[in-house]
């Protein structure tokens, strides 16, 4: 089985949001339940101040904190699926811890204030049991592994579009866009990138393009000193996450 | 002998009234807004997910974890002064942790299905499974005891044997619930091996309040009322332990607080610099809820007296409280990984809702405490510590 892996080239990515706006349409998520985000970062000061951003799905970490603490199972990671760490909506409870420790932030539970005004839950009421039924919705459904609109109470996250990668062909090493026949099966985020600043493919092969990127341009890790080791690697300057700082008080 | 218990009187038929109109009124308040907005009547979110109802239930679980604590100096210790408040520290435990139960069913979003998933997938990894397994046992060992107490078996070979077990069990569980958050090292506010040491002191700390508020209202807050026995350890062991718990508290908090401050890392020094100390709310729980109650139990002429201790029970409570508040939000409130989408510490405001809960919660545990006044002996003690305390009395009347 693969052992699916993302590499996001910085050097490359615009912030365009193209990967954020795909995934929201791909598996119909609110406002604000961003299974993927580009974050913004501003460090140092003039004359030498930065900008810097970074796409942010989840990690789907080789060790991850999510799945340990989360006491029904609800979370978890399926080697058999790639190792992407999935959330069954039959079992969570909703108790928010994975929430907690999740050290990427990257969990949503959507039955919280909306974002947005007007609440997309009161214009397109929920139907079989889903917290929201938009007038389109991707027909994809898989509860057991979180795919599809969530009902309420649990918690929702990025499956790395596995309602696509798990129709590729096995033993496929990269999942590119690029090449027609295997376009249906990519990441929405990864197909969309414009610049191609994300590739996606499985890291427990040899000959895959995503290991010879990590290996041949330093691919990093990510808050690495948590020991989460996400399978999402960034290439590039600037892929490191300065440390929190408030708002200066006026 | 001039006792009285107040509760099993009229006062008592009032208070239970009113109690029950508060606890339907929040449980129907929570409900309808639960139903018709979801948990979007919460003002927790997915950046700040654990909020006040979190922090009720942590309170109210750890002062049920404190009296079954005390409980234990008598049962497990052979504190033997400590038998007159025995079996109302038990009834009291399990009537504040039932309560705090309830809050937390109503926070999470799926509660029933937790009655099937939790043992049918056995995630022993998870410390929120074992909170689940501990608090399971200690609430059946409570009962246990008290059903020994109620049937005036204090001192047989079983009765300290499931006393024992409830000890254990007691800790297991508070010494868990701290390790759901000292074992967070992507939260660095609450990582910290030594919690279950501070859970514990504080669980005390909150049950003595608990202990001393109920005690008092039972005798209508006049020691008259009580009996020998209690009058004395009111008088006597109880505000000096009460007093040294507190001082525990106190130094537990600033060594947190000073490692805190001192330590470089943003994630921690920032909780204590930005939200806790520049928090007036903060500030006051610490001054009036902690340190002031402290330094009256620590005045041999002030401790002593039904005044001082009342206020310093209620003052404990709000203190205590907020602690807890501040605790469970404090370790949430710099954003993980979010940007300049949140590019300031989090702010958390408990909603409507959220407050229902606390409230409810309250209303639960008056409920059932004055249902129990009135049903059960929560007065009964070993025969022998009655002689003794007599004696003691009568002992002290000829001195003088
Ligand atoms: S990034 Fe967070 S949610 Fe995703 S696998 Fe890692 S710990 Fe779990
Ligand atoms: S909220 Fe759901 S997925 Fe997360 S820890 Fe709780 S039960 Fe598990």
Redesign the pocket.
């Known amino acids: 089985m693969a052992k699916w892996g993302m590499v996001i080239d910085l050097d490359k990515c615009t912030g365009c949001q193209a990967c954020t706006t795909a995934c929201a349409m791909e598996n119909n998520t609110l406002p604000g339940e961003s299974w993927q985000d580009v974050l913004f970062y501003h460090q140092g000061k003039y004359p030498s101040a930065q900008m810097k951003w970074l796409p942010r799905p989840?990690?789907?970490?080789e060790n991850?904190?999510?799945?340990h603490v989360c006491p029904t199972r609800a979370t978890y990671k399926d080697m058999d699926a790639g190792g992407i760490?999935f959330v069954d909506w039959n079992k969570c409870i909703g108790c928010k811890y994975c929430m907690i420790a999740?050290?990427?932030g990257?969990?949503f539970y959507a039955d919280e204030k909306p974002l947005l005004e007007p609440d997309l839950r009161d214009i397109f009421p929920g139907s079989n049991g889903q917290l929201w039924s938009p007038p389109y919705q991707n027909p994809e459904q898989d509860w057991k592994r979180g795919i599809g609109i969530q009902p309420a109470g649990v918690v929702s996250?990025c499956t790395f579009c596995y309602h696509k990668v798990s129709k590729a062909p096995a033993g496929t090493p990269d999942l590119d866009e690029d090449i027609p026949e295997l376009k249906e099966y990519v990441p929405a985020c990864v197909r969309t990138c414009a610049p191609k600043a994300r590739f996606f493919g499985d890291l427990d092969n040899p000959e895959s393009q995503v290991n010879r990127l990590i290996g041949d341009k330093h691919g990093v890790r990510l808050k690495d000193h948590t020991g989460?080791k996400?399978q999402v690697y960034y290439l590039g300057a600037g892929a490191g996450v300065p440390a929190f700082e408030p708002k200066p008080r006026s | 002998m001039n006792q009285e218990n107040i509760i099993k009187g009229p006062a008592g038929l009032g208070l239970l009234a009113l109690s029950a109109i508060v606890l339907l009124a929040s449980f129907g308040y929570a409900i309808t807004s639960l139903s018709s907005q979801g948990h979007a009547a919460f003002n927790a979110t997915s950046t700040v997910p654990w909020g006040q109802p979190i922090a009720t239930y942590l309170y109210f679980a750890l002062a049920s974890s404190g009296l079954g604590l005390i409980a234990s100096l008598p049962l497990v210790f052979g504190f033997r002064k400590f038998y007159p408040v025995v079996k109302r520290c038990i009834f009291l435990a399990f009537i504040i942790l039932i309560s705090g139960m309830a809050v937390l069913a109503l926070e999470l979003g799926n509660v029933f299905r937790m009655l099937w998933v939790i043992p049918l997938n056995l995630q022993i990894q998870s410390a929120m499974f074992w909170m689940g397994v501990f608090y399971l046992v200690d609430l059946v060992f409570l009962l246990w005891k008290f059903q020994k107490m109620d049937a005036g078996e204090w001192d047989s070979k079983t009765s300290k044997q499931v006393g024992i077990g409830s000890f254990l069990a007691v800790l297991l569980a508070s010494g868990n619930l701290a390790l759901i958050f000292g074992m967070m090292s992507m939260r660095p506010f609450w990582f910290d091996g030594l919690l279950p040491i501070y859970f514990y002191l504080t669980a005390v700390a909150s049950g003595l309040a608990a202990l001393v508020f109920f005690t008092y209202l039972a005798h209508g807050f006049s020691r008259d009322n009580m009996s020998a026995p209690l009058r004395n350890l009111l008088e006597g062991a109880l505000p000096k332990f009460f007093g040294a718990v507190l001082g525990g508290t106190l130094l537990f908090i600033a060594v947190r607080a000073i490692t805190g401050m001192y330590s470089n890392n943003p994630e921690i020094h920032l909780v204590w610099s930005e939200y806790l100390f520049a928090s007036p709310v903060y500030q006051a729980s610490l001054w009036l809820g902690i340190l002031l109650p402290f330094v009256l139990m620590l005045m041999s002429s002030l401790r002593t007296l039904a005044g001082t201790q009342v206020l310093v029970a209620i003052l404990v409570f709000g203190g205590l409280f907020a602690e807890r508040f501040f605790f469970v939000v404090g370790g949430q409130v710099i954003p993980l990984f979010k940007g300049t989408w949140e590019w300031d510490i989090l702010s958390y405001t408990p909603s409507a809702t959220e407050w229902s809960l606390t409230v409810m919660g309250s209303a639960m545990l008056f409920t059932l405490w004055v249902l129990g006044e009135r049903l059960l002996n929560l007065s009964a003690m070993p025969p022998e510590t009655v002689m003794r305390g007599n004696a003691d009395e009568a002992a002290a009347t000829a001195h003088s």
Do not use: A, I, L
């Open positions: 989840c990690m789907q970490c991850p904190s999510c799945v760490v999740c050290p990427y990257v969990r996250k989460n996400p």
